[in-house]
C-alpha cells in the first residue's frame, strides 16, 4: 500500500521572522550586538508567546536542551557527540546509572522543565555548592539586564558563576538562560546560551579579556538566530502532523501525536508502550512501533539513529 | 551497636526536634559543637558526605566550608586528613601511612593492588564510558573477561549505564562515585588530559562506534 506523503507546506509567510536588515550586517561591536539582539529576540518572543504562530515550545525546548547539553559537553572537555548523548539518555534502564552524557541531557532536560516561580527547583537542580548564591547571582543578572539589556544580564551571570567556580559551565549557562526567560517574561526556559559557545570563550570572558564580552554576546545572537530558525521550522512540522493527525485511526493516537509535539525523541519500546507516556493509555510495543512506521509513511516523522534496533523517532530535524 | 550506646540517644530517635542553632550557648562553644558534629557525621561514615547533608546538623546561618576550615586547620600534624572528594568531605589517611596500615593488617603482598589488566580497563572505562565489552574488546583487540568486569564491579569501581544499541542490548560499563573517590578526583573532568590530537581522538570514538 503506498501513502501519499503530507506535504510539509513551504507557507512560512504568516509566521514572524528575522527581517533581511538584521540578518545582512555582522555583530561588530557591542551596540550592533544589542541592536540586533532587541529584534531578534522580540521576533522569537512572538514566535513562542502565541499560540496562534503554532509553535510546539515544549518541543522545541526538549530540542534545544539536547543541544545544550551537546555544547556543554564540549566546554566540560568531554567528546559525547548529540547522538551519543541521546541514547545515553533514552537507553539507560530506569534504576540503572546514565553515566555522565546521560545526566547531562537529563539535566538540561530537567532545566526546561523548570518552573520559574520555584527558586527551590532551581537550588536543586544546580546542586548544593550554588544553592546559595543563585539566588543573588539572579537578581544581579536581572538588575544589570534591566538597565543594559538581555545579553548584557547573561553576560553577568555567566561571569560571577564561572568567577566562583570555572568548571560550572553548565550552571553558568542555565543561570544565563534563566535571566533571559525572566527579563523577556518567556513561559518556557529556552536553553539557547550555551548552544554556540566554546571554552576559550568562556575563558577569556572569565579572565575579562578585550573584547571576550562582545565574542559572548555574538554568539548567543547567532544561537538565538538559529532558534527562531528552528521554531519556524518545527511549527511547519508541527502542522504537517496535525493535519494527518485525524487519519491515525490506532487506539491512543491522539495521546501519541501529543507526546510527538513534545518530545523530540521517542523510543516506542518504552515511551509509547506498554503505556504513552505520562498517559494511562495503553498501547502495545506493535502497535507502538506500527504507529512510529506510520508517522514516518505519511512523511511527518523520521526515525532518528538509522539503526535497524533500538530506534527513536521524532519530528525535529 | 550495643544496648547501652542505643538508649543514651532515645531523643533522636524518637524524632524530637534536632536542636540545630544551639541559641542556648555562647558563640564560641556553639561553633565548637557544630565542629563536633561536622567531624562526628564524617567520621562516621566512610563514603564522601555531601554540603546539603553537613548543612542540616549545623546552624542556618553557618557556613559549612568556614566549619571544614577550622577542623582541618586542627588536624595538621596528625595521619588522617579531612579532603575534598566527589563533590563531598571525607576522612581518610595519608597516604604516608599506607605501609604501616598494611602491615598491621597483614595485607602483605595482595593489597588493594589492581592488575595492570584491571588498571587498563578501568581507564577505558573511564575515558570512554559508557561503553560495552564490545567496544572494550575493540580498544584491548582481545576479549575482556566477565571475571575482570565482576571484580570491578564488586570492588564498586563500575556499574551498569545504558543499554548499548547493538544485538542482545549488552549493557555499557560506567564509573561510580566510589572511583572518583578511590582515585581522588572531584568529578570525571580531574582525569588527566589524553594526549591525542583532536582527530586521532575523534577517529577513536567513530571507531568504537561502529
Known amino acids: 500500500m503506498t501513502y501519499q506523503s503530507a506535504a510539509i507546506s513551504n507557507d512560512l509567510s504568516s509566521l514572524p521572522k528575522l527581517p533581511d536588515w538584521v540578518t545582512s550586517g555582522r555583530a561588530e561591536t557591542l551596540d550592533t550586538v544589542a541592536f540586533r539582539s532587541g529584534a531578534t529576540l522580540t521576533v522569537l518572543g512572538q514566535l513562542v508567546s502565541d499560540p496562534r504562530h503554532g509553535v510546539p515550545v515544549k518541543l522545541l525546548a526538549s530540542r534545544l536542551a539536547l543541544s545544550a547539553a551537546t555544547a556543554t559537553s564540549k566546554l566540560e572537555g568531554r567528546l559525547a557527540r548529540e547522538a551519543d548523548i541521546r541514547d545515553a539518555y533514552h537507553l539507560t534502564p530506569p534504576g540503572e546509572t546514565r553515566g555522565p552524557d546521560g545526566d547531562l541531557l537529563a539535566f538540561w532536560r530537567e532545566a526546561v522543565r523548570l518552573r520559574l516561580g520555584g527558586p527551590g527547583e532551581i537550588a536543586d537542580l544546580v546542586g548544593a555548592d550554588f544553592a546559595r548564591e543563585v539566588g543573588i547571582w539572579l537578581d544581579t543578572g536581572l538588575e544589570r539586564a534591566r538597565t543594559h539589556g538581555p545579553l548584557a544580564g547573561c553576560m553577568v551571570v555567566l561571569q560571577a558563576v564561572l568567577q566562583a567556580d570555572d568548571r560550572a559551565e553548565r550552571v553558568a549557562c542555565l543561570l544565563s538562560d534563566l535571566v533571559l526567560t525572566r527579563v523577556l517574561n518567556w513561559k518556557t526556559v529556552l536553553p539557547v546560551s550555551a548552544r554556540r559557545l566554546t571554552k576559550s570563550a568562556l575563558r577569556d570572558l572569565n579572565a575579562k579579556g578585550q573584547g571576550a564580552e562582545l565574542a559572548v554576546q555574538a554568539r548567543i545572537l547567532e544561537s538565538i538566530e538559529e532558534t527562531i530558525q528552528l521554531a519556524r521550522d518545527l511549527a511547519r512540522r508541527a502542522k504537517a502532523l496535525r493535519t494527518v493527525a485525524p487519519k491515525l485511526r490506532a487506539k491512543g493516537s491522539d495521546a501519541a501525536v501529543d507526546l510527538f509535539l513534545t518530545e523530540d525523541a521517542i523510543a516506542p519500546a518504552s515511551m509509547l508502550s506498554p503505556y504513552i507516556y505520562g498517559t494511562t493509555i495503553p498501547m502495545t510495543s506493535r502497535a507502538a512501533r506500527r504507529f512510529c512506521d506510520r508517522l514516518v509513511e505519511l512523511g511527518v516523522a523520521r526515525e532518528l539513529t538509522g539503526r535497524p534496533t533500538f530506534r527513536l523517532y521524532g519530528i525535529a530535524p | ?210
Open chain 2, 1 to 210: 551497636m550495643t544496648a547501652a550506646t542505643r538508649k543514651r540517644k532515645p531523643t533522636d530517635e524518637d524524632g524530637a526536634v534536632f536542636d540545630r542553632e544551639l541559641d542556648d550557648l555562647p558563640r564560641e562553644l556553639r561553633w565548637r559543637e557544630w565542629m563536633g558534629r561536622i567531624e562526628a557525621v564524617l567520621f562516621a561514615r566512610s563514603s564522601p558526605v555531601g554540603r546539603e547533608d553537613l548543612a542540616r546538623v549545623v546552624g542556618q546561618e553557618a557556613s559549612v566550608e568556614m566549619l571544614i576550615d577550622d577542623i582541618q586547620a586542627e588536624l595538621t600534624g596528625r595521619p588522617y586528613e579531612l579532603a575534598q572528594v566527589a563533590g563531598g568531605w571525607m576522612f581518610r589517611t595519608k597516604a604516608q601511612f599506607s605501609g604501616a596500615i598494611k602491615a598491621a593488617a597483614d595485607l602483605g603482598e595482595q593489597s588493594l593492588g589492581f592488575t595492570e589488566m584491571e588498571m587498563g580497563v578501568l581507564c577505558a572505562i573511564a575515558y570512554h564510558q559508557p561503553i560495552d565489552r564490545a567496544g572494550l574488546r575493540e580498544i584491548f583487540g582481545k576479549e575482556i573477561s566477565r571475571d575482570l568486569l565482576a571484580r570491578l564491579r564488586y570492588k564498586d569501581l563500575i556499574a551498569s549505564g545504558p543499554r548499548a544499541p547493538r544485538p542482545g542490548a549488552p549493557h555499557t560499563f560506567v564509573t561510580t562515585e566510589t572511583f572518583l573517590v578511590t582515585f581522588d578526583l572531584q568529578s570525571l573532568r580531574d582525569l588527566p588530559e589524553l594526549e591525542l590530537d583532536p582527530d586521532e581522538r575523534s577517529a577513536v570514538l567513530v571507531c568504537e562506534q561502529e
